[in-house]
C-alpha cells in the first residue's frame, strides 16, 4: 500500500474506522479536536455513529454503554478531559467492556497548556479510578505507531475485555508525517458476544454488564480473578518495546513516544562522536517492559521525557537499582531537542567514551 | 374455566427483591414488565440500572442489563442504543441518580431526543445511602443532611423534573404518575405503556416520573408513606401529561 | 548526514501558508525524503496568524520541530516577519511577501528574498495564488523539493476534483521560479 | 365456590400492608401467627366469598406476592 | 482533655471544625456519608456552611473556589466519588489552593463494593488528574490518628498551598473508638490572604486564581517552581511514619491504615514465638518515608495492604531491592485478620525464629 | 467645557485583549466593566473565568478572579459566594461551558438560588477549540463536528437556556438580550446591571444570556456576523425577560 | 495477654441492638478497657436487620471486626440467630431473645442464654427496654463491663438529656442480671 | 470646533469595521494608509462635523478603541 501524508489525530480516527470502530463518542480539547472532527464527518458514511457528547463524562459512559453492546467504541480526549474520564473508565474496567480511550496529552497540572506533553504518564499507567486495576497503555511515537497502535488496541481491548489507552502527545497529534493505513495487526481471539454482550442474552440466560459486587469475598476473587486471568496473561502476552544500537551500548537512553524520536538523534549525534549509547523504547507503558532491564553491560539508563519524571521509576522497578537510573525532562509544553539530550548524556557519561 | 386475572408478569425472575417492605421501586418494575410484555418486548429489551436501590435490577429482570454509573444512565443508554437501533432500552433511575448528579445527562439525552425511556422514581430522598436530601425532597421534608428539613435559603429549591425537560426539543412524551393508589397505578402504567410504545416508534425521548415511597428513610410505614405522596407530593409535584408529540393542542 | 531543510511558513489565515507547508511535505515524500509537517495551534492562532514548520530531509526525522534554526522561513505579513526573521539559522533563507511588508531583514548572515506575490498573483488574474507563487519560488532558490512533485502533490492536498487547477499553479509555480531566478545571489 | 380466589406466596410477602389498606372491602390483614423465612408476618385473605376482584391489592403490592383467579 | 467515643466519620467531621474548616461541600457515599450528615447538622451552628453538592465533580469546584476565597475548606468521598474529582483536584493543585480531601476507600474497581478496602492508594499517591504533581497523603490508622490528620492537614494544606489528601478505608469511616479532639497540632507558616487570596487583591493588584499557563515556557517554569519549592521542601519536612518493635528486628512488616493495626497484633503473636519481627507504618503515603527502608538489618520487608498491591511499589523503590520485599493482601472489602498475617509471616521467615 | 462621554469603563485594564476582530465577548466584558462601575462595585467584585475563548478573562478586568474547570464556574462561585457573601459575584461561560459540559452545575446553582450572576454567552459555537457543534448551534448551521450543518435527528436539538432555567424556583432574575447593535446593546447593559443589583440585593440567581457572535469560526466578517445575529439567532432565541421576581404578573 | 472480648449484637432495627453494642463500648473505655465499636453497614441493612461487633479488651485492639470467633453473641431475631449463631467460637455464649425466637441453638460446645426479653419488658412497663435488660444479662453472665459503668454510659450515648431515664434504665438491667443469674452455669 | 470629538487609540483598533457599520450617518472608514503594531488597519472618523454623537460607533466597538467627547 502507498503511503500517504495525514495528520496524526486524522489517521488515529481513520485507523479506528479501519479497525471496525462504528462508534465513537467525544468532546472537544485541544490538540485531539481532529478526532472527532474527521469522525463526525466520515463515521456516518461508514455506518456508524458519532454523539459529540455533552461532555468526557458523558463521552466515557456512552462509550461503557455502546462497547457493553458489544460494538468497537472509540474515545479520544487531552489530559483534563481524561482526569474527567477516570470514573467511566473504572467502570469500563469493572464491567469488563472492550473500548479504546485515545489520550493526547498535554501540558498540565490544571488547565496548564495545549502544547504536548507526556505528564500524563501516572494517569495512564496508575489509574486515578478506584481500586486495583490495570489497563494496557500503548505509546505511539510517530503518525505511523499511533495507526498501528489504535488498531492493534481494539484487538486487545477486545481479547481481554478490558479499555486501551492509547497515549500520544499533542505533537503526534497535530503533525503530517507519511503513513501506510493498511499494516494489518495481529488478530488474537474473542469471547462470542453471546456469552457476555447486551443485546445477544436470551430470557433463559440474560447477559448483564455487572458493577457491583456486594459482598466482599466475591468482590476479592472478582479481583484476584482479574490479576490471574487478565493481567498476568497481559503482562505474558502483549509487553512490547523496540530497541535501537543497544547491541554494543553500555549506557541506554530510555524514552517512549515524541521523546523517543527525539533522543533517537541524540543517539545518532553520540554514536558519530563514539559514545556507546542506545535507545530502549517501551511501546506498551503497562504491561512495562522488563527483559530489556536485565541487559547487565548498561552502566546508567537515561530516562528521557516531557515530564517532571513518571516513567523514571517503573525504570527503576526494572532496573532493580535506583542509582543506575537518571533523568532527564522538558515539561509544561516545552519539546526537547536532541542537542539538549545528548548534551546531557555527555554529562552523565562523562569520560565514557 | 378459572382464569388467572393476576399474577406476577414474564419478564421479572424469581429472585426476591431487596427492596424495604412496601417500597414503591417493587411496584414499578412490576409496571415495566407487565408493559415490556404487552407490547412484545420481552426478548428485544434492555435496562438501564441506576446507581441507588434499584442497583441490584439486573437480578429482578430477564431481560439483559447494565449497572450504570451513578447519573450516567441516560449517556450509556445512548451508547447502547445507537448499537441496538431496533432494541426497546430503558434507564430506570432514582432522583439522586437523575436528578442531582445526572442531570446534564438526561437534559442531553432528551434535548439530543435519544429514543430511550426513562423510568424516573422520584421518592424524594437518597433511598441507597441512607436517607440523604435528594433534589426533590419536599421543602420542610427531613432529610439526613437536613435533619431539622429541607429549608429553602440553605438547602435550594427542589426541582420540578417534567416541567424542566418539557421546555426541550427533543422529547417526544413526557408524564408525571403516581404508585400510591391502585388508580394512580393504573395511570402509571398507561404511561409507562405509552411511552414505550413511542420508544418503539422511533418518535423521540421519553420520560416517565413515578412518584413513590421510602418508607424506610421516611420514617413512615408503608401505608403511611403512600399516604405521604398523595398528600404532600402529588401537590407539590402535580400528575399530567407535561408533552406529547401526538397531542396537537 | 545527508541535507535537513527545516522550513517555516507564516502569514495571516488565509494567504495559504498551511497548505504551502503541506505542498512541500508531499513533495518530499513523493521525492523519497523523510517529511514531516507541525502546524502552531491553539489561541496563539488567535488574531489570524498561523504558521507550520516542515521538516523535509535525507535522515529519518526526530524531533519535528525546531524553535532557532530555520533553514528556510516563508513570511506572508509583517507579524510574522518580526517573529521568525530572528529565529533564521546564519545562512538559510528568508522570503518575504514584500507586497505587503514593506520593512527589511536587518541580517547580513542570511539570504533574504523579497518576493511581491501579491502583485505578481494579481498579474495572474487569481489572488489566491499567492501561496503557490512564493513555493515557486522557494523550491527555485532552495531546492527542496521538485517541482514536478508539487504539481502531484496538488491533488493529494487539495483532493481530486482540484485537478481542473493544476494548469494554473503550474503557471503560478513557474512566474514565482521566474522571479526568483533574478534574484538569485 | 368464590367468585375469586385471592392468594398470597406467603414466603414472599413482607408484610407491608399496602394490600391490606388497598383492599376496598377490608378483607386483607396479616396472619400474625406465621413468621416467613424473612421474619414476616405474610398477608392473607379473611372472607374470599367477599372479594369484588377488583386487584386493588394485587397492583398494590411491590413484591408480587398475590395472584387473583377469577372463578367461572 | 477526656475521651469521647466517636465513629470515625463523625470525629472527621468534627476534627475539621475544630481545625477552623467552615466551609464542606460534598455529595452522599457510602461509607463516608457521616462526614457530611454531622457537618450539615453542625456547620451551621458554627457559623459555616454545608452544601450538598450536585455531585463530586460540583463538590470539589466549589471546594475550589471556597479555599482559593481564603477559606478553610474539605470535602469527603470514597472511591468511584475520589475519581470524579479528579480533574478538579488537579485545578486545586495548578491553581495552588489549600484544600482537604477525605478519602474513604471501599473496594473497587468500579461500582465495587461498599466494605472497607485500601485499593485507592495509587489513586490518592500517583493521582489521575492531568499533569506532573503531588499531593501530601496522610494515612490514618484509627479515629484518634484520623483526627489528628484532619487537622494536620489543614496546616500543610495553607502552608503549602496545596490540597491535602486524608485516606482511610471504610472500617475508620464506620467504627467508633475512644478519641481525644483537642489534641493540638503543628501549626506552620502561611502566606497572607491578601497576597493571593481572591477577595483580598486591590483595584491596582488584583488576586487572582489561575489555572492556564498558556505559554510553554512559562508552564515548565512553573512546574519547577513547584517541584523545587513545594514538593522538595515537603518531602523534606513533612513525611511521617512510626515503627513497632524494630529495634532488633529482622524482618519488618509494612503497613498503613487500617492494616496497620492488624498487623500490629501479628507483630505481637510472632514476637510471643520469639520471632525478630517489627512494624513500619508509614503515616504520609506521599512523600512515602525513606529512612526506615535503609534498614539494613532486614531481610524481608513484608507489605501487607488491603489491595492486590499498591504500595508495594513504592516500597521496593525505597528498599532499593525488590528480592527483600515480598507482598500480602486480602482485597475488595475483605479486612485480613492478624491470624492468616501471622500466619504469612511465618511462611516468609521460613525457620527465621 | 468638553465632557468625555464614552470612554473605556474603570475596571478593564490596559491589556489588549486576544479576541478575534469584531468578537463580541469584547462588548460583553465593557458591558460587565460598566454595570460594575456603576453600581460602585468595582472594589467588591470577582469574576469567574470559564474555559473558552475568555479564559483570559484575569487579564482584562481588575477585579480579584479565578479560572475555573470548564462548565464549573457556579460551582466554584459557590464556594466563592458562600465565604465573600457580600461580595458580587460573576460567572462569564460559553455556550460550550454553561449549556454543555456545565448543565448540571448551572441548573444546580440556579435552583439552590445561589447569589451569583451568571453572564452566558451564546455565540452557537464552541470559539476557543475551533469551532464544533455547541448545544445551541442553530439548526443547518455548520460546525467542525457538523461539518454538512446541525442535522437535528443527528446532532439533537438546540438548546434554550433562558426558557430551561426559568421552570426553576431559585432564579430571580433571567434575560435574554443581544449584542448585534447599538440599541441591544442598550438593552443588554440594562440587563446585566439590573442583575447584578439583584445580586447585591440578594435576591437569589441571576443570569443574562447575551447572544453574541464567533466572526472567526462562523467563518463571516465581524459585520455580517452581527447580521447572522440579528437574523437567525435572534428569531430562533427570542429576546426578553423570562424570570423576574419583582414582576408579579 | 489480657481478656479480649469479641462481643456481637444482632437484630431487627428497632430493637436497640446498635446502641446496646454502644453501651458496652463506652462502658468498657469507663473501666479502662480497650475498646472498639464497628457497625455492619449499607444494603446488607435493608430489609431492617442490624448488627455490631465490640471488642472490650486489655489489650490494644488490632482488627476491630471478626467475622467468626465471637466470645458474646447476642441475638435478637431469627434471622440474626440464624446468621450468628454458626459463628460463635466454642466456649462463647449466646444471649436467645426467646420471646420471638422459639429456635434452640444446636451446639453443645458453647453457653446459651434463652432471655424472653420482650416479655420482661412489658413487665417493667416499657418494650423499648428490651435491650437493657438483655445487656443486664450479658454483663452478669460475660463480666465484660460493669454494671455501674453502664449506667455512666448511658447519658454520653443518648445524650444528658436522658437523665431522668436512668432509674428505668437501672431496673432493667438488673431484672437482665437476675434472670441472667438463674440461667447461670 | 465640532460638537464632537471622536478619537481611535489607532494601535488598539483591529479593523473590525463594526463601528463603521453601526454608524448612522457612516463617517467612520478603515485607514488602509496605516498598519498598526498587530497588523491591522484601524478605523478613523471622516466628517467629525457631521457627528451627532449618538455613540452607536463607542458601544459597538468590542476593543474600546473609541472615546468621544462633547464639546459644549
Ligand atoms: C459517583 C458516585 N457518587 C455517589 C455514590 C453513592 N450513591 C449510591 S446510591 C446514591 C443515591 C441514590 O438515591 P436515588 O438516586 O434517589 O435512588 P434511591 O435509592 O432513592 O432509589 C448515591 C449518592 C455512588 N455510588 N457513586
Ligand atoms: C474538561 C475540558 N474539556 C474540554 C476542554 C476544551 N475546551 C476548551 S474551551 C472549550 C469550549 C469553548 O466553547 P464555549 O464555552 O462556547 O466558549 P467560546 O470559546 O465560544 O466563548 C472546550 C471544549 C477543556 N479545556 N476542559
Ligand atoms: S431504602 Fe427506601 S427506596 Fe430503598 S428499598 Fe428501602 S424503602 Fe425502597
Ligand atoms: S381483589 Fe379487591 S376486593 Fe379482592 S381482596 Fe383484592 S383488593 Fe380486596
Ligand atoms: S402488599 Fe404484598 S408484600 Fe405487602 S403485605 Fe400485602 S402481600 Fe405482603
Ligand atoms: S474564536 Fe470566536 S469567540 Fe473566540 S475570540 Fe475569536 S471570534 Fe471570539
Ligand atoms: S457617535 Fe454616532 S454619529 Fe458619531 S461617529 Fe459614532 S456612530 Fe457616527
Ligand atoms: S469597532 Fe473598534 S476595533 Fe472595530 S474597527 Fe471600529 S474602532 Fe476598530
Ligand atoms: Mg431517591
Ligand atoms: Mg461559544
Known amino acids: 500500500m502507498a503511503k500517504i501524508i495525514m495528520k496524526g489525530n486524522e489517521a488515529v480516527a481513520k485507523a479506528a474506522i479501519i479497525a471496525g470502530c462504528r462508534y465513537f463518542f467525544g468532546y472537544p480539547i485541544t490538540p485531539q479536536n481532529e478526532v472527532p472532527e474527521y469522525l463526525s464527518r466520515e463515521l456516518f458514511a461508514a455506518g456508524g455513529t458519532f454523539v459529540q457528547a455533552e461532555s468526557e463524562v458523558a463521552a466515557i459512559n456512552m462509550v461503557y454503554g455502546a462497547g457493553s453492546a458489544g460494538a468497537r467504541v472509540m474515545t479520544s480526549s487531552s489530559s483534563p478531559g481524561i482526569a474527567l474520564k477516570q470514573e467511566g473508565i473504572g467502570y469500563c474496567v469493572a464491567g469488563e467492556v472492550p473500548c479504546v480511550i485515545v489520550s493526547m496529552m498535554r501540558g498540565g497540572p490544571g488547565l496548564g497548556t495545549i502544547q504536548p506533553s507526556q505528564g500524563d504518564y501516572n494517569q495512564a499507567t496508575r489509574g486515578g479510578a478506584n481500586g486495583d486495576y490495570h489497563i494496557p497503555v500503548l505509546a505511539p511515537g510517530s503518525v505511523q505507531e499511533a495507526v498501528d497502535d489504535v488498531k492493534e488496541a481494539f484487538e486487545i481491548a477486545d481479547c481481554y475485555r478490558t479499555p486501551v489507552i492509547v497515549v500520544a502527545d499533542g505533537l503526534i497529534g497535530q503533525m503530517m508525517e507519511p503513513v501506510e493505513l493498511e499494516k494489518p495487526v495481529k488478530t488474537r481471539n474473542t469471547a462470542p458476544k453471546s456469552t457476555w454482550a447486551i443485546g445477544y442474552g436470551t430470557r433463559e440466560k440474560p447477559n448483564t454488564i455487572e458493577n457491583l459486587v456486594i459482598d466482599a469475598p466475591a468482590c476479592e476473587q472478582k479481583n484476584i480473578r482479574f490479576f490471574k486471568e487478565k493481567y498476568a496473561v497481559i503482562e505474558q502476552n502483549e509487553v512490547k518495546y523496540e530497541e535501537y544500537m543497544m547491541d554494543d551500548s553500555e549506557y541506554a537512553f530510555v524514552a517512549y513516544g515524541t521523546t523517543s524520536r527525539i533522543v533517537r538523534n541524540a543517539v545518532n549525534e553520540l554514536r558519530?562522536?563514539?559514545?556507546?549509547?542506545?535507545?530502549?523504547?517501551?511501546?506498551?507503558?503497562?504491561?512495562?517492559?522488563?527483559?530489556p532491564f536485565q541487559n547487565k553491560k548498561i552502566k546508567k539508563f537515561l530516562v528521557a521525557e516531557m515530564s517532571m519524571g513518571q516513567m523514571v521509576y517503573d525504570v527503576q522497578l526494572a532496573v532493580g537499582d535506583k542509582e543506575k537510573v537518571t533523568f532527564y525532562g522538558r515539561c509544561g509544553g516545552i519539546i526537547p531537542t536532541p542537542e539538549e539530550c545528548a548534551e546531557y548524556a555527555e554529562k552523565v557519561m562523562g569520560g565514557g567514551q | 374455566m378459572p382464569t388467572t386475572v393476576f399474577k406476577k408478569p414474564n419478564g421479572l425472575t424469581d429472585k426476591r427483591m431487596h427492596y424495604c417492605p412496601g417500597c414503591g421501586h417493587g411496584i414499578i418494575h412490576r409496571l415495566i414488565a407487565e408493559c415490556i410484555e404487552e407490547i412484545n418486548e420481552i426478548d428485544n429489551t434492555i435496562i438501564c440500572a441506576p446507581v441507588g436501590c434499584a442497583v441490584f435490577i439486573p437480578n429482578y429482570f430477564t431481560y439483559d442489563s447494565i449497572q450504570c454509573a451513578h447519573g450516567r444512565a441516560p449517556?450509556?443508554?445512548?451508547?447502547?442504543?445507537?448499537?441496538?437501533?431496533?432494541?426497546?432500552?430503558?434507564?430506570?433511575?432514582?432522583?439522586?441518580?437523575?436528578?442531582?448528579?445526572?442531570?446534564?445527562?438526561?437534559?442531553?439525552?432528551?434535548?439530543?431526543?435519544?429514543?430511550?425511556?426513562?423510568?424516573f422514581i422520584n421518592n424524594g430522598i437518597y433511598g441507597m445511602t441512607g436517607g440523604q436530601m435528594a433534589p426533590t425532597t419536599l421543602p420542610g421534608m427531613k432529610a439526613t443532611t437536613a435533619q431539622t428539613g429541607r429549608d429553602l435559603e440553605r438547602n435550594g429549591n427542589p426541582i420540578r423534573v417534567c416541567e424542566l425537560l418539557s421546555t426541550l426539543d427533543g422529547p417526544a412524551y413526557i408524564e408525571r404518575v403516581a404508585v400510591d393508589t391502585p388508580a394512580h397505578i393504573i395511570k402509571a402504567k398507561k404511561a409507562i405503556k405509552k411511552a414505550l410504545q413511542y420508544q418503539k416508534a422511533g418518535k423521540g425521548f421519553t420520560m416517565v416520573e413515578v412518584l413513590s415511597s421510602c418508607p424506610t428513610n421516611w420514617g413512615l410505614s408503608?401505608?403511611?408513606?403512600?399516604?405521604?405522596?398523595?398528600e404532600k407530593m402529588i401537590p407539590y409535584y402535580p400528575l399530567g401529561i407535561f408533552k406529547d408529540v401526538e397531542e396537537v393542542e | 548526514m545527508g541535507k535537513t531543510h527545516k522550513i517555516s511558513c507564516a502569514g495571516f489565515g488565509g494567504q495559504g501558508v498551511m497548505s504551502m507547508g503541506q505542498l512541500l511535505t508531499y513533495a518530499g515524500m513523493i521525492d523519497g525524503k523523510e517529511v514531516s509537517w507541525v502546524p502552531a495551534y491553539g489561541p496563539e492562532m488567535r488574531g489570524g496568524t498561523a504558521n507550520c514548520s516542515v521538516i523535509v530531509s535525507d535522515d529519518p526525522i526526530g524531533s519535528p520541530i525546531f524553535d532557532k534554526g530555520i533553514t528556510t522561513s516563508v513570511v506572508m505579513n509583517l507579524p510574522s516577519f518580526r517573529k521568525f526573521v530572528p529565529k533564521v539559522a546564519s545562512g538559510g533563507s528568508i522570503f518575504v511577501n514584500s507586497s505587503i511588508v514593506s520593512e527589511k531583514v536587518d541580517r547580513d548572515d542570511v539570504n533574504v528574498y523579497y518576493i511581491p506575490v501579491n502583485d505578481l498573483a494579481k498579474e495572474l488574474g487569481n489572488g489566491k495564488l499567492i501561496n503557490i507563487i512564493m513555493l515557486g519560488a522557494v523550491i527555485e532558490i532552495d531546492k527542496i523539493v521538485e517541482s514536478e512533485s508539487v504539481i502531484k502533490a496538488f491533488l493529494k492536498v487539495f483532493g481530486d476534483d482540484k485537478a481542473k487547477f493544476i494548469p494554473i499553479n503550474r503557471e503560478a509555480l513557474s512566474k514565482g521560479a521566474e522571479v526568483a531566478k533574478t534574484l538569485k545571489k | 365456590m368464590t367468585k375469586f380466589t385471592v392468594t398470597f406466596d406467603e414466603n414472599e410477602c413482607k408484610g407491608c400492608e399496602?394490600?391490606?389498606?388497598?383492599?376496598?372491602?377490608?378483607?386483607?390483614?396479616?396472619?400474625?401467627?406465621?413468621?416467613?423465612?424473612?421474619?414476616?408476618?405474610?398477608?392473607?385473605?379473611?372472607?374470599?366469598?367477599?372479594?369484588?376482584?377488583?386487584?386493588?391489592?394485587?397492583?398494590?403490592?411491590?413484591?408480587?406476592?398475590?395472584?387473583?383467579?377469577?372463578?367461572?
Open chain 1, 272 to 291: 558519530e562522536k563514539g559514545y556507546k549509547i542506545g535507545l530502549i523504547k517501551p511501546r506498551t507503558l503497562w504491561p512495562f517492559p522488563q527483559v
Open chain 4, 18 to 72: 399496602l394490600c391490606a389498606v388497598a383492599c376496598p372491602k377490608k378483607l386483607i390483614a396479616l396472619n400474625l401467627e406465621i413468621t416467613n423465612d424473612a421474619g414476616y408476618n405474610p398477608a392473607g385473605i379473611g372472607k374470599m366469598e367477599e372479594c369484588i376482584g377488583c386487584q386493588s391489592c394485587a397492583r398494590m403490592c411491590p413484591d408480587c406476592v398475590i395472584t387473583i383467579v377469577k372463578n367461572d
Open chain 2, 75 to 119: 449517556a450509556t443508554a445512548t451508547g447502547i442504543k445507537r448499537v441496538h437501533s431496533n432494541k426497546i432500552v430503558i434507564t430506570y433511575q432514582g432522583d439522586g441518580d437523575l436528578a442531582s448528579i445526572g442531570m446534564a445527562e438526561i437534559i442531553h439525552a432528551a434535548a439530543r431526543g435519544e429514543k430511550i425511556t426513562t423510568v
Open chain 2, 222 to 230: 408503608a401505608a403511611k408513606a403512600m399516604e405521604f405522596v398523595g
